[in-house]
């Protein structure tokens, strides 16, 4: 079951949180001195807490730390966001972009 709050990830625990998830994940793919990423962080939180029940799981892979999972998901520019389901790869959302856009990407493929 997906959890109320983002779950961090790193190149180690990629596979099992994200790959081996059989519901709809999305990783975000972001760094600490990003001001973007601080910016969607809350949203991801929200969004965390308003769809875990109904299996979405939030994931953050820190880029600076993990660059190995990012440079296998041609990751170029952050934040972007994965959406995974079943384990791979569904669509993709590049910047900050407001709740409202997350929430229809969340809905059309939940």
């Not at 079951?1 to 994200?18: C, I, L, W, Y």
């Not at 892979?61 to 994965?82: C, E, G, K």
Request: with cysteine; hydrophobic share 45%.
């Amino acid at each position: 079951m997906a959890g109320s709050h983002p779950v961090p990830v790193t190149d180690g625990t990629f596979q099992a949180e994200v790959e081996q998830y059989s519901g709809l994940a999305v990783v975000d793919f972001w760094a600490e001195w990003c001001g973007p990423c601080r910016i969607i962080a809350p949203v991801l939180e929200q969004l965390a807490a308003e769809y875990g029940d109904r299996g979405l799981k939030v994931a953050k892979l820190d880029v600076d730390t993990n660059q190995q999972t990012a440079m296998r998901y041609n990751v170029r520019s952050i934040p972007t966001l994965l959406f995974f389901r079943g384990g791979r790869p569904v669509d993709t959302v590049v910047g900050a972009v407001p709740k409202a856009h997350l929430v229809g990407k969340i809905t059309q493929l939940l």
